[in-house]
Structures are given as structure tokens and as C-alpha cells.
């Protein structure tokens, strides 16, 4: 691989610079000759947080601060594309371009507005760039490890890198596109945020069973994303059809992987609401994200709640009752082994040969009291295993 410093103002690298508002994005620059945001790269950062970041560049480049190297890729054809530095460019091509503005003297002011000496001072600003030429691979291997500016790269943003393609490109204006009217209904499902591609990694995971880097290799080529979108769709549906109310603790869960588990299965929606309304209003339910997945499947297994358990207090003073009266009659302190025919038919176990059991099951509306509380040996409460 080449490489070759080189150094341009910022006037020469924002000539020609177009934002585009619907994709979020900083497009050319160098007079057309240079592409900010190639397939690969990422979604504009520095205007969230009330555009912080982006005013923190045009203040370091009043205060003549250095912005740190940009780093270019020369194309066979010499066109330039931006490798880092996307953010700083797309931040001094929109300040030049009067989309926001920067405080003086207590007063914002956009970039026409400011005295021209203070004008020429950004214009005139030099950056240093390192612009090279290599194999795809040679500059997609080093733009992984260069990520020198302040954000690094989530797994997903570099899964975008390596595989950038039509297929990106395109998933990308779906489930990176925070102008998508859809956003807000899948965040009830789904966590993260749409710039950091925490959708379009959902949507990936759930459409390939949690394979992603391989999907996205094996659809690379794609022009069309109709599988990915439609596999996203049917799930949050699906979820939908099942559960008519929706619950913060909803967000973020394992949607894929039950759809796949479950899907097929018939429920009443009505029944099923009903039953999650009322889990998430019981207090012995510790696990409320816990419940939609132990109502798919059929109410059995418990230790998805993470039911509450007896207290240390609580189990000692039954165990000394259930033990006095089980000494008294000559009978185990177990009452399942005190019914059996066997040796353990009268044996004293230890308190800590013992654990708490619910009398009436949990599951079946028995609370975690001490009048519903008995000491069992090991062997039964493990039998019984019903908590
Ligand atoms: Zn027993």
C-alpha cells in the first residue's frame, strides 16, 4: 500500500460540499473530486448531543488548534474517498454551509455571519491528510484498525466496512435511517440506536439465527434486502398478534429467537395479554422480561421469573417447627420421606440437608409466605422442583 501526506484548507476540502439531510450524511468535497461518506463509512455523529461535537471542530479550528490527520483511499480512477475524518469534514462542510451555528461574544453566529476575519481563519485552516492506495482488502483491513477519532466502531459499523456493497447500502436506508416513520414502533422492541446500526444488527441477527457476519458475506452481491425487511416485519407482527399490550420491559429482547421457537405455535392473544398484565403486577415476579417468554412456552419453566424465594429467617423457623414435631411423633422432619416405607421414613435431616418448598405451587397462585412455606430433604425439593 502507498501512502502520501498531503495538505489541503478547509476551503479547498469543503468546495462543493452537499449535506444531505434524509440520509444524514456529508456527501462530496475537493470540488466532486472527494467522497465523504463512502458506502462503508458511517452516519453522521456529530450533530447528536445538541451538535456538541460538531461546534467543538469550528471552535478548535477559531482557536487555530490542530484537527488531528485525515485519512483519504485513492480509487484507480483518482477520485478520493474519505477513510477518517468523515465527521470533522462533514462538520466543517456544514458549518461553511450555515447549518448550525457556533457562539462569539455571547451571540450565536453562523459562518456568513461571522466577521470576515474570522471567516478567512477557517477558510484558511490547513489539515494534514494521508492519502493512499491499496487493495480493497489492504484499505478495509486498515480502516478497521486505524479508528482513531473519538468514537470507535461498534462490531456492526465494522461488519458494514468489511462487507460494504449494494446490500449494505440498502439495509442501510432502512434500519439506519432515523427518519424512518417506522423507528419508533420497533424501539418498543427493539434497543439501541439507529445510527449506531443497533437496528440493522437486529434485523440481521434475527433474519440469519444469529449468524450475521456470515449473512451479510453470503448476500453481499444482493440488490435487494426483501428478506432481511420481511423477517423483520413478520417478527415484531408476530409479537404484536400475541401480546396486544406492550411493556418497557419488552424492549430488547430475544424477538428472533422465540419467533423461530414459537411462531408456529397457536395462543389467545386475549388470554395471553391478560396473563402477562398480570405477572407484570405480581410482586413475587423478580424477572418481569422473563414473562413473555414463559407465557410462549407454556407457563412451565419458573425460573424465568426468578420468583422470589423464602428468606433465610423464614426457612430456619419452619425448619425448627416442622423438626419439634417430627421428633415428637418419631417421624423424618421431611414430610415427603416421613409418607415413604423406606430407612428415611424417620430420619432428622440437618437444616442444611434441607431446602424451602412452596406448599401450594407458586405457579399456581401460592404466595412466598411462611404459612405456605415446608422444609424439604434435598432429594424431594429437587422432585418436586416446582418453586
Ligand atoms: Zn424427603
Not at 470540488?31 to 469550528?58: C, H, M, W
Not at 445510527?195 to 434485523?203: D, I
Not at 430420619?347 to 442444611?352: G, N, P, Q, R, Y
Request: net charge negative; aromatic share 10%.
Amino acid at each position: 500500500m502507498k501512502t502520501e501526506l498531503k495538505q489541503y484548507t478547509v476551503a479547498e476540502l469543503c468546495d462543493g460540499f452537499v449535506y444531505n439531510e434524509l440520509e444524514e450524511k456529508g456527501l462530496y468535497g475537493l470540488s466532486g473530486r472527494l467522497t465523504i461518506q463512502p458506502e462503508y463509512q458511517r452516519n453522521y455523529l456529530y450533530a447528536e448531543d445538541n451538535g456538541k461535537k460538531e461546534v467543538a471542530v469550528i471552535e478548535s479550528v477559531l482557536k487555530q488548534y490542530p484537527l488531528g490527520l485525515l485519512y483519504f483511499n485513492r480509487l484507480p480512477d483518482g477520485r478520493l474517498e474519505v477513510l477518517d475524518g468523515q465527521q470533522r469534514i462533514t462538520s466543517l462542510g456544514r458549518f461553511l454551509t450555515d447549518k448550525f451555528s457556533v457562539m462569539s461574544n455571547e451571540l450565536p453566529y453562523r459562518f456568513h455571519a461571522l466577521p470576515k476575519d474570522q471567516q478567512t481563519i477557517i477558510e484558511n485552516a490547513t489539515l494534514l491528510v494521508y492519502e493512499c492506495e491499496g487493495t480493497e482488502s489492504e484499505i478495509k483491513q486498515w480502516f478497521q484498525t486505524i479508528n482513531i477519532v473519538g468514537i470507535p466502531l461498534n462490531a456492526q459499523e465494522e461488519l458494514n466496512a468489511v462487507y460494504s456493497g449494494p446490500f449494505v447500502t440498502k439495509a442501510r436506508s432502512v434500519f439506519s435511517n432515523s427518519r424512518n416513520a417506522n423507528v419508533q414502533k420497533w424501539s418498543a422492541y427493539v434497543r439501541g440506536s439507529v445510527k449506531r446500526q443497533e437496528f440493522l444488527n437486529t434485523a440481521l441477527n434475527w433474519v440469519s439465527h444469529d449468524q450475521v457476519e456470515e449473512y451479510m458475506q453470503a448476500h453481499r452481491h444482493d440488490t435487494n434486502i426483501d428478506e432481511l425487511q420481511s423477517h423483520f416485519n413478520d417478527v415484531i407482527a408476530w409479537v404484536e398478534s400475541v401480546f396486544a399490550d406492550c411493556y418497557n420491559e419488552m424492549c430488547g429482547l430475544k424477538w428472533g429467537q422465540l419467533f423461530d421457537e414459537y411462531h408456529n405455535t397457536p395462543y389467545d392473544p386475549k388470554e395471553m395479554t391478560a396473563k402477562a398484565a398480570q405477572l407484570m403486577d405480581d410482586p413475587y415476579v423478580k424477572n418481569r422480561k422473563g414473562i413473555f417468554e414463559y407465557l410462549l412456552g407454556g407457563e412451565k419453566d419458573t425460573r424465568l421469573l426468578d420468583v422470589r424465594v423464602f428468606d433465610d429467617s423464614t426457612k430456619r423457623r419452619v425448619y425448627r417447627r416442622q423438626t419439634e414435631e417430627a421428633k415428637r411423633r418419631g417421624i423424618s422432619n421431611c414430610p415427603l420421606c416421613a409418607m415413604g416405607h423406606e430407612a428415611r421414613r424417620t430420619k432428622i435431616w440437618t437444616e442444611k440437608e434441607m431446602d424451602a418448598d412452596h406448599v401450594e405451587a407458586w405457579s399456581k397462585g401460592g404466595a412466598t409466605s411462611e404459612e405456605n412455606c415446608q422444609m424439604l430433604c434435598l432429594t424431594h425439593n429437587r422432585a418436586k422442583g416446582n418453586k
